[in-house]
């Protein structure tokens, strides 16, 4: 974004307009763990003295429709929603800022692994959120516009009903709470690979959902209601 913000009018467009608030690593503990003991691991990394158990989901641990469908009550779990919502200071500290700015922020952008997907609400039912001609329109220009540069396909729609239903995920979380874009990207590939992509192809599946996300800014832009 930087890079090309003298020679890319759209990225100009959307810096000059727009605030943009990243964080590389969410699961900052997990991911640690990932490189150094199980390549597989996907929670956080708190303690469970009664289990033994490390670690609650935390793309489960959000209140909306906390430990409901697609959620597990067990320490134990991969998708363990945690003793109480935002248990995880990892969760508790992004929905407080989110909170704080939420009148300013339009949209939320989750990004995960794998499947090819770019998911929009609800999650935790199946139902059409009330802007969903806006958030469907964003998503299937943001798909075509990933599409055009290495030929990769993305299906999109409600996370309930294109991947499975799952509660109290911070993109369900922050729609709730007034953010009227929340998106969930679920990145390459389909399964072939799997969690393990290869290092080949790290930089083009980057290149690729850029300009998906610069499409779905570019769409804030034009205030679709």
């Known amino acids: 974004a930087l890079q090309t913000y003298q020679t890319d009018p759209d990225m100009r467009k959307m810096l000059t307009q727009l605030y943009f608030y990243i964080m590389p690593v969410f699961n900052v503990d997990g991911y640690h763990f990932s490189w150094t003991n199980d390549r597989f691991w996907r929670k956080t990394r708190s303690k ?10 935390a793309n489960r641990n959000w209140k909306v429709k906390w430990c409901d469908e697609g959620a597990s009550f067990h320490p134990c779990d991969d998708t363990y929603c945690g003793p109480f919502p935002e248990s995880e200071p990892e969760v508790k500290a992004v929905a407080h800022f989110l909170r704080k700015h939420r009148k300013q922020i339009k949209a939320y952008l989750s990004f995960h692994a794998y499947a090819q997907m770019l998911l929009y609400p609800y999650s935790y039912k199946y139902a059409t959120i009330p802007n969903f001609n806006c958030v469907e329109s964003a998503a299937y220009n943001a798909v075509n516009a990933l599409q055009s540069a290495y030929g990769v396909r993305y299906r999109y729609g409600p996370a309930s009903s294109t991947l499975y239903v799952s509660s109290g995920s911070s993109m369900d979380w922050a729609y709730k709470n007034g953010i ?5 990207f679920e990145l390459r590939d389909t399964g072939h690979f799997g969690f393990l992509l290869p290092e080949t192809l790290i930089n083009p599946t980057c290149t690729e959902t ?14 679709c209601h």
Not at 48 to 57: A, I, L, P
Not at 180 to 184: D, E, G, T
């Open 210 to 223: 850029m300009l998906a996300v610069k499409n779905i800014t570019l769409h804030l832009l034009k205030k």
């Open 48 to 57: 469970n003295m009664r289990f033994h158990c490390h670690g609650v989901d």
């Open 180 to 184: 009227p874009y929340a998106f969930a």
